[in-house]
Nanobody
Framework: QVQLVESGGGWVQTGGSLRLSCAASGSRFPIKAMGWYRQAPGRQRELVAH???????NYAGSVKGRFSISRDNANNTAYLQMNSLKPEDTAVYYC???????????????WGQGAQVTVSS
């Protein structure tokens, strides 16, 4: 059974930083790409960042320059470093994995339970 275990969420003041981690396990097939979505009240679910099978990162315009996605292929772990956090970054962040390369588009195949990130003004 595929599992995505997230950690690192919490409370932080405006301008602070958080690092989310996501460990994937139980996959019967090689993980090609991984990505982070977020869901805030009153807003649509948004793809924040994803990293392709070759390690190329992609970001939503709202977080570009502030967030950084990376991965450890040996441990099937993805990270989301979040800097210069703003109140509008407050959301539940979901880790996902994909069996597609993610080079042209990103389509998640499995989702984690989500981690709450709250940025106080």
């Amino acid at each position: 059974q595929v599992q995505l275990v997230e950690s690192g969420g919490g409370w932080v003041q405006t301008g602070g930083s958080l690092r989310l981690s996501c460990a994937a396990s139980g996959s019967r097939f090689p993980i090609k790409a991984m990505g982070w979505y977020r869901q805030a009240p009153g807003r649509q679910r948004e793809l924040v960042a994803h990293i392709t099978s070759s390690g190329s990162p992609n970001y939503a315009g709202s977080v570009k320059g502030r967030f950084s996605i990376s991965r450890d292929n040996a441990n099937n772990t993805a990270y989301l470093q979040m800097n210069s956090l703003k109140p509008e970054d407050t959301a539940v962040y979901y880790c996902t994995l994909s069996y597609y390369t993610g080079s042209r588009y990103y389509r998640p195949d499995f989702w984690g339970q989500g981690a709450q990130v709250t940025v106080s003004s």
